[in-house]
Structure formats: structure tokens, C-alpha cells
């Protein structure tokens, strides 16, 4: 910002240059009113009030520059494990487990999703609760609304689910914290995710995962199981296709476009206790010792459901059997 000096020392055209550079606050935004409509037309907001909130929020371009080159874009699996898969991780993980069995062991009963596994998603997204981001939301959610043309559409609506959840829970909008993309707490759902997913897993009358670990626990839980976790499942298992498997069934989305049986039919040695009827999809990633091919079912798609990358989905898994059996951080599972 300029100094008081400055302005001073400055000339009136600079003046009135420089005054058109800095960045007029968020209710005063082109996109702004349009917003402010929608919310007071469609969920009985008070125009003042989002416009308050809006006037409050601040652009912050060190977010436009993060979510234009997030990890899972730009590393390849043998570095992004070892961001993930380190001695401190797993300890920390073991000790939340400890800590929270009880917790742990309610949702596994509950809502059919291991306990190893709620740990390894709030392990591999903060750490335990230990980065939660240091953003505002309402920042984060107004820059990259409006500021952000290419996820504009995406995040202008997540803004108003925000303002939702805000309302809903009895939050103030503009105290909350989260990542550069408006993730919040120990799981980092984003807001709308927050609103359907999210739930009272301690019976206190509020669903807070930002502060309130047992919380997280269930939430977490509960979008697994809303997103097709099996209670048995397998997640992925290592394989050794040969050519004419990885030329004919490899597949780049992170759809599951084929079956067991489809990879048996070809000769690929699945372990006995896939069902041939279980769909599949073979991954390829590029380890610390090479080439790897895995095999990877339902439970794999479900956890990409909560994060689009199949480097996080393996990194998740992979971390949770470390968690179980004490596997070396840096050896292969
Ligand atoms: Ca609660």
C-alpha cells in the first residue's frame, strides 16, 4: 500500500493513478452486485450485510499464484510420497490414533470407514490438524470468485455456500480460517462439502471440524461412506502387467472403466480375494525404483472423490497401511 508520504509527495495524475490501482474493496467489485442479489433473492440474506462482508474481504494474489500450480500437478509419485510418507508422519498418525480410538473405533462401527484410514486422510490433508491453513476464507473465497476467471464459476459458488454454512452453524464468515482455496479444517472440506457432508459427531449441537477434532473424525467418515466406501474393500493392489495389458487396458481418467475380469481374461495375476466382477482400473506411476503398476478398486475411487489426483488417493492408502504396520517410511508397500 502506498504510504501517506507518498501520496503527498505524488503529483495529482499519479495520485489519481495509483488510487485506480489499488484494489477497491469487494462490494464495490463489477461482479459484486450480482452476488449480493443473488444471496438476498435466493436465501433471504440482507443485501448491507453481504455487502459488509464483501467490503471486508481482502484480494490476495499469493493465492491466485498457489492454485495455479498445486503439488499433485506438477510432481511425479516418487516425490510426492516422500512429502507424505515420512517417520514424523507416521508417528503423528499412530499418536492421533491412540488418542482418538475411541472416536475412531465409533465411526469405523458407525459408518464403515477404517480407522486408519479417516487418519491418513486428516494426516495427509494437515497434518493432524496441524496446518489448517492460515487464510481467511472469506479472502480466499472472494479472490478467486472474483479474481480468478478460469475457476470463477466454481468458486463464486462455493462464496455463497460459505455464506450458508456461516449462517447455518453460527459462525461469523469473517473469523474463519482455511487453505488458499477455502478448505477448512482438520479434513479441509470446502464449504459446500462442510454443508452436506459434514456432522455433530460429539453430540454438542454444532458440526465444527475446525476445532473440534471428533467432529472431523465422523465428517470425514461420513463423506467416505456418502461416496461409495466399501466396509471391506480393497483399495489397490501392486501388479506386473505385461505389454499388451498396459497397450490395451491402461486408462488416464480416474473413472473405473474396467474389471478384474477383464485384467484375468488377459493373464494378470489379481490377488484371490477380488471378486471378478469388481471393478478396476490399472495406474501407472513413476516410483522412487521405477515404473509401478497397480491395480486399483472402488475404495481408490472413493478417495478421489474427496481430491481429484491419483497421486493423493495413493499417498492416503499408503500412509494408512504404514500406520497399521509399522511398514519403513521410505520402503515400498
Ligand atoms: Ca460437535
Known sequence: MASGKGIRAAGLGLMLAMASAVQ????????????????????????????????????????????????????????YRRIFMTEARIRQGREFM???????????????????????????????????????????????????????????????????????????????????????????????????????????????????????IGSVANYFKAHRWQPDGAVADPVEPSADIIANLSHNGLGLVHTVADFRGKGLAVPEGRKDSDAARLLTLEGKEGTEHWLVYQNFRSITRYNHSDLYAMAVYQLSLALMDGEPAEGRD
Do not use: C
Not at 474493496?25 to 433473492?41: L, T
Not at 482418538?100 to 486408519?116: K, S
Open 98 to 216: 491412540e488418542q482418538y480410538a475411541d472416536d475412531l473405533a465409533r465411526a469405523e462401527q458407525e459408518l464403515g470407514v477404517a480407522a486408519e484410514v479417516i487418519t491418513a486422510i486428516i494426516g495427509v490433508e494437515t497434518s493432524y490438524g496441524r496446518n489448517k491453513g492460515s487464510h481467511r476464507v472469506i479472502d480466499a473465497l472472494a479472490t478467486l470468485a472474483f479474481d480468478y476467471p478460469p475457476r470463477s464459476t466454481f468458486f463464486r459458488k462455493e462464496l455463497g455456500e460459505f455464506l450458508l454454512l456461516s449462517r447455518e452453524q453460527g459462525f461469523d464468515p469473517l473469523e474463519l480460517k482455511g487453505s488458499y482455496a477455502g478448505a477448512m479444517g482438520y479434513g479441509q472440506f470446502i464449504s459446500s462439502s462442510y454443508r452436506y457432508y459434514a456432522i455433530d459427531f460429539d453430540g454438542d449441537g454444532v458440526a465444527d471440524i475446525i476445532h473440534n477434532p471428533v467432529d472431523a
Open 24 to 79: 477497491a474493496d469487494y462490494s464495490q467489485h463489477d461482479k459484486a452486485a450480482a452476488f449480493v442479489d443473488e444471496m438476498a433473492a435466493e436465501h433471504g440474506f440482507d443485501r448491507d450485510q453481504v455487502r459488509r462482508w464483501l467490503g471486508d474481504a481482502q484480494r490476495q494474489d499469493g493465492i491466485i499464484k498457489s492454485i495455479s500450480s498445486p503439488a499433485e500437478r506438477v510432481l511425479t509419485w516418487k516425490d
